[in-house]
């Protein structure tokens, strides 16, 4: 990532995972830092990933990030990085443990919901804790919202 100051101007894209809040009930988020290649994070600074289909699992002792699909960066040599590649997460042992304990006790699950980049220019993922939802819980949560649009437009149309 560029430096203020030198080079490059542009701004990094942030990756949403648009399916992860219609799909599951999060009930708790944390950061976590992402293991990389060079051409792993010019591409995600580009917005060139996607987050479809990827999950999070302790193994071993250490937090990793598995169908985390990265595209090639274009400008790269010729050896670059595996497009679906398990990737570590960086958590501190506390956080893993936790983690670790609440998805076996209570049948939760752990879904990567964005990737972005932090005030110094490192790659950061937010981490959900989260419960999947039933058909009827996605059709209310969907009820509610266009309730929330209609009362909005209402509200709008009257002040």
């Known amino acids: 990532m560029a430096k ?15 399916r992860a809040r219609h799909d599951y009930a999060i009930l708790e988020e944390v950061t976590a830092g992402l293991v990389l290649q060079g051409s792993e ?5 580009l917005g060139n990933a996607h987050l479809n289909d990827s999950y999070c699992r302790v193994h071993q002792g ?27 997460l960086l958590l501190h042992r506390r956080e893993i443990n ?38 009827y819980d996605k059709r209310e949560s969907i009820a509610k919202r266009d309730a929330a649009r209609e009362v909005d437009r209402e509200l709008g149309r009257r002040g």
């Open 98 to 135: 936790t983690l670790e304990r609440k998805t076996m006790e209570k049948g939760l699950t752990l879904i990567p919901l964005s990737v972005h980049f932090d005030e110094k220019g490192r790659v950061k993922v937010l981490i959900g804790l989260g419960r999947g939802k039933a058909a």
């Open 4 to 18: 203020p100051g030198k080079g490059d101007k542009r701004e990094p894209r942030a990756i949403q995972n648009r």
């Open 62 to 88: 250490e937090m990793w990030l598995y169908n985390m699909d990265v595209e090639p960066y274009e400008h790269s040599a010729v050896n670059s990085h595996e497009r679906r590649r398990d990737r570590k």
């Open 41 to 45: 994070v010019k591409s995600i600074f």
